[in-house]
């Protein structure tokens, strides 16, 4: 699209000219062929951390450094064995952590690489959207309002740009743009100051829109000089995160006190302290629930990861936090719950109609040419608009041999809509004549308002544009007028403009929309439908999409006259939203918030970035939306599909849903280990657990917490039950909290009675301490096993497929077996060898040990009891 253009001595008065076959830009191999030689348009990013870090910083975690310390002590006892066997868990504990990390950095590298900005250009003669990461120098970038500039360029052509610079100058007033003047390779200026033909990459485009040749990429664009101090901003944490951190550091230092405790009882009470700094490391190990941190990380990485698989990219993991507890969804109706592709379905010209949604091609009768000309005229040449596109593709159909379609005519100025007019008005003048020829479309009452239409006019229109509407149609007028004075008006009122008539145009709802909301009502949430139609066509709307409590619409012109008190109380009942520009969104959410609601808001242009920001989750349209509605939302939805929004609470709910669980898990497995290793010490018995054993359990607890709970699916009910009852709700709530402790007790008690029958009856040390190990492990399984979900019971849940589960299980009895039956590894671990009565006592404590949680969620009251 080439843009000329000339100026007059009156600033209201720039004329252009639009040709799409201006500009052909680079070829797609020359575009390929500098992106391999000069690299990717990003800035200086972080180091991919390798091996050797991720070494370090593991080693310097605590159970690593008590691993050590234990490997440490058993040198000095003279145990070369027994510190191998720790010190070589060292590279295995290590071994899992490189396999998360990596499986974390590669889902965040898959959300990096969908979370690139887009950029559209000329390339071989076409225009092409590709990820900002792609702009080569020499690209030419297509720029309109709402746009986040790729990289540096320079403007060969613009119409009323202006280029908000404050995130390279500090200014916070837009400063305007003109194009270059004189040759076109110029060196590009500093940022700041009006009327220079230069902009820069990241700022951004909130007026106008114009072409520019990109002059630098990357690192050498002015924001490229700040990239390295951009580094060393880090990410704030989320309340998740914060409270997890708070809960580790509390239970590090009871685990710590406690250790302390066993030290000095060991020592004095058995004299031996080189065993008593042991069996304080063991308890410290058993304790310290170094989890809870990796399986936060893992959770939240892999959640959003997932989420970006059903085309949901989640920008901010804390509305992974606060998808599920949406109780209100509000949304645009076009785009989102149609398809946003127009037809013309209806024509109204001299007191007449036609269904133009059967026409044939050529079968327009002629008292409607002028309509739909004037239509076309109004409209873009190449447009994006789906309204726009309907009127050309209509004209192309009807009109192509007739004398209405004008090729060859010239644009001189376009008046664009506002708030306070919606209406826009193109100014054309044909080859021959001198005389102005102005094309105007918008809403019925603002072409009415420019064609100075009295009460009487004004009502019959009114009564038709119900009509319409009331089968659904998105209603627009048309006008036109002509105009013979050298400088033209400064605004659309000073034409006198006739009435042509009406044009309806329907936008089909989107297939799978009305089971979303059914589905929606059923999870317990709202859905309030916003739109820029009349009241009629939105509730025929909501009809066909099965939209509840319809009666009652409040209108943009209505909703300005409420205060925030009288909106706040006439919102709890009403569901639709017509005739709403986007600023008034913002109004809509407070009102919601302020009436306790957790609000979900869509949006797609610039003017929604501040009902975005507001809302609990702003969900911005990844399709058709702007750069900034899509950087001030928590959310992008990449298939612009109302039905992507459901599918985002979805799982979003199933994300924390499972972190809930693994979190709980991980509390009630440490429970036992903590007991078994402190119990002994209290009565002066045989130590049980050893650092070893320790261990070991940590090898089936990591990946069970962070792998097996992660790819759970959801709960058969997960959409079938009300909102979380606030956004705050901890994960470590006092329910959960307690059954977690339940079931920790319920094992130990199971565990402890097996190691001391087996103890007092005179069996001998190695053999107790097997029997209890072995039992432990087998509950531990049946606790990943019965809180995979708390509203079905483990018969149920074996029937879903989860192949990490099964590797899990099926290694931790792989590997009991190699250390209760190979000598040497039976030796390092001082068990001795079990026989099969032996292992039916283990497996039949380890069921007994969850059988009353089962029974629990047989009657129905897991889910309700834990609030899940």
């Known amino acids: 699209m080439l843009i000329y253009i000339k100026w007059t001595s009156n600033p209201h008065q720039l004329k252009t000219v639009l040709d799409i076959s201006g500009v052909s830009g680079l070829t797609g191999t020359e575009a390929e062929r500098r992106l391999g030689r000069e690299g990717y348009n990003e800035l200086p990013a972080s180091r991919k951390r390798t091996l050797l870090p991720i070494a370090l910083e593991a080693v310097r975690e605590p159970m690593f450094l008590l691993l050590i310390a234990g490997g440490a002590i058993y040198l000095l006892l003279?145990?070369?064995r027994e510190a191998a066997m720790l010190l070589g868990f060292v590279f295995v504990v290590l071994g899992i952590t490189l396999y998360q990390e990596s499986k974390t950095e590669r889902a965040l590298s898959a959300l990096r690489d969908l979370s690139s900005p887009r950029a559209l250009v000329i390339r071989d003669g076409m225009q092409v959207r590709i990820p900002g990461r792609e702009v080569v120098r020499g690209d030419v970038m297509v720029l309109s309002e709402g746009?986040?500039?790729?990289?540096?360029?320079?403007?060969?052509?613009?119409?009323?740009?202006?280029?908000?610079?404050?995130?390279?100058?500090?200014?916070?007033?837009?400063?305007?743009?003109t194009a270059c003047e004189g040759p076109f390779f110029v060196e590009m200026g500093a940022p700041g100051g009006e009327g220079q033909p230069f902009v820069y990459s990241g700022t951004l485009v909130v007026q106008g829109y114009g072409l520019a040749r990109v002059e630098a990429v990357g690192q050498a664009t002015q924001m490229g000089r700040i990239g390295r101090a951009l580094q060393s901003i880090g990410p704030e944490e989320t309340r998740l995160q914060k409270e997890t951190g708070r809960l580790v550091k509390r239970l590090a230092a009871a685990g710590l006190s406690l250790c302390a405790v066993i030290v000095i009882v060991y020592g004095l009470t058995r004299g031996n302290w080189l065993n008593g700094f042991l069996a304080g490391?063991?308890?410290?190990?058993?304790?310290?629930?170094?989890?809870?941190?990796?399986?936060?990380?893992?959770?939240?990485?892999?959640?959003?990861w997932r989420m970006s698989r059903k085309k949901v990219l989640t920008r901010k993991v804390t509305a992974v936090e606060t998808l599920g507890s949406a109780t209100v969804l509000c949304v645009d109706k076009t785009g989102t719950l149609t398809l946003n592709r127009m037809t013309v379905q209806k024509l109204f010209a001299d007191g007449k109609s036609f269904d133009a949604g059967t026409v044939e091609k050529k079968a327009l009768p002629e008292e409607f040419h002028g309509l739909v000309e004037f239509g076309i005229l109004a409209s873009q040449k190449n447009p994006f608009d789906p309204m726009e596109k309907a009127l050309i593709e209509l004209g192309q159909d009807t009109l192509s041999r007739t004398e209405h379609l004008h090729y060859d005519w010239k644009l001189v100025q376009e008046y664009p809509l506002s708030r306070e007019l919606l209406a826009m008005s193109r100014v054309w003048r044909s080859p021959d004549k001198k005389d102005y020829i102005i094309a105007a479309k918008g809403a019925p009452e603002?072409?009415?308002?420019?064609?100075?239409?009295?009460?009487?006019?004004?009502?019959?229109?009114?009564?038709?544009?119900?009509?319409?509407?009331?089968?659904?149609?998105?209603?627009?007028?048309?006008?036109?007028?002509?105009?013979?004075?050298?400088?033209?008006?400064?605004g659309q009122h000073e034409f006198r403009f006739s009435f042509l008539g009406l044009i309806?145009?329907?936008?089909?709802?989107?297939?799978?929309?009305?089971?979303?909301?059914?589905?929606?009502?059923?999870?317990?949430?709202?859905?309030?439908?916003?739109?820029?139609?009349?009241?009629?066509?939105?509730?025929?709307?909501?009809?066909?999409?099965?939209?509840?409590?319809?009666?009652?619409?409040?209108?943009?012109?209505?909703?300005?006259?409420?205060?925030?008190?009288?909106?706040?109380?006439?919102?709890?009942?009403?569901?639709?939203?017509?005739?709403?520009?986007p600023e008034q969104k913002l109004r809509i959410v407070n009102a919601l918030k302020a009436n306790g609601e957790v609000v979900a808001m869509t949006g797609d242009?610039?003017?929604?970035?501040?009902?975005?920001?507001?809302?609990?989750?702003?969900?911005?349209?990844?399709?058709?939306?702007?750069?900034?509605?899509?950087?001030?939302?928590?959310?992008?939805?990449?298939?612009?599909?109302?039905?992507?929004?459901?599918?985002?609470?979805?799982?979003?709910?199933?994300?924390?849903?499972?972190?809930?669980?693994?979190?709980?898990?991980?509390?009630a497995i440490?429970?036992?280990?903590?007991?078994?290793?402190?119990?002994?010490?209290?009565?002066?018995?045989?130590?049980?657990?050893?650092?070893?054993?320790?261990?070991?359990?940590?090898?089936?607890?990591d990946p069970a917490c962070s792998v097996v709970f992660e790819a759970e699916p959801e709960e058969a009910d997960v959409m079938a039950r009300p909102p979380r009852k606030k956004i705050g709700e901890p994960l470590f709530g006092r329910r959960t909290v307690l059954?977690?402790?339940?079931?920790?007790?319920?094992?130990?008690?199971?565990?402890?009675?097996?190691?001391?029958?087996?103890?007092?009856?005179?069996?001998?040390?190695?053999?107790?301490?097997?029997?209890?190990?072995?039992?432990?492990?087998?509950?531990?399984?049946?606790?990943?096993?019965?809180?995979?979900s708390w509203s079905r019971t483990i018969v149920r849940t074996l029937t879903e497929p989860n192949a990490a589960l099964w590797w899990v299980a099926g290694g931790a009895v792989f590997f009991l077996g190699l250390v209760l039956y190979v000598p040497a590894l039976r030796e390092v671990f001082h068990f001795s060898r079990l026989h099969a009565p032996d292992i039916a006592i283990s497996l039949l404590g380890g069921v007994v040990s969850i059988l009353w949680f089962e029974w629990f969620k047989a009657m129905g009251r897991g889910r309700r009891a834990l609030r899940l």
């Not at 990289?151 to 610079?165: G, K, M, Q, T």
């Not at 603002?446 to 009509?467: G, N, P």
């Not at 007991?675 to 090898?699: A, K, Y």
């Open 78 to 80: 003279g145990d070369v």
């Open 147 to 177: 746009d986040r500039v790729p990289a540096d360029a320079v403007l060969f052509s613009c119409i009323n740009l202006s280029v908000d610079e404050s995130l390279l100058t500090g200014e916070s007033v837009p400063v305007r743009k």
């Open 281 to 304: 490391i063991t308890l410290a190990m058993a304790i310290l629930p170094e989890e809870f941190p990796v399986v936060l990380t893992v959770f939240l990485a892999l959640g959003a």
């Open 446 to 490: 603002a072409v009415a308002d420019i064609c100075h239409m009295d009460e009487r006019q004004t009502k019959e229109l009114s009564e038709y544009v119900d009509r319409m509407a009331k089968e659904g149609l998105r209603v627009i007028g048309v006008a036109k007028s002509e105009f013979q004075q050298a400088d033209l008006p400064p």
């Open 504 to 581: 309806g145009l329907a936008d089909p709802v989107r297939p799978g929309v009305d089971s979303a909301i059914r589905e929606c009502f059923d999870a317990g949430i709202r859905v309030v439908m916003i739109t820029g139609d009349y009241p009629v066509t939105a509730r025929n709307i909501a009809g066909q999409i099965g939209l509840r409590n319809t009666e009652e619409i409040i209108t943009g012109p209505e909703l300005d006259g409420l205060s925030d008190e009288e909106l706040e109380r006439r919102i709890r009942d009403v569901n639709i939203f017509s005739r709403v520009v």
């Open 605 to 667: 242009g610039v003017n929604d970035a501040a009902a975005l920001k507001a809302a609990n989750i702003g969900i911005a349209m990844g399709g058709r939306g702007t750069d900034v509605a899509r950087e001030a939302a928590s959310i992008v939805l990449l298939e612009d599909d109302f039905s992507s929004m459901v599918q985002g609470v979805r799982m979003g709910r199933r994300i924390f849903d499972n972190l809930k669980k693994a979190m709980a898990y991980i509390l």
């Open 670 to 701: 440490h429970v036992p280990i903590a007991g078994m290793s402190l119990l002994p010490v209290l009565f002066n018995w045989p130590l049980v657990l050893l650092p070893v054993h320790i261990v070991f359990l940590e090898l089936i607890i």
């Open 739 to 788: 059954f977690s402790l339940i079931q920790g007790l319920s094992v130990l008690l199971i565990v402890f009675a097996v190691f001391a029958v087996s103890l007092l009856r005179g069996g001998d040390v190695a053999d107790a301490r097997a029997l209890s190990f072995t039992t432990l492990i087998f509950a531990n399984l049946g606790l990943i096993l019965t809180n995979r």
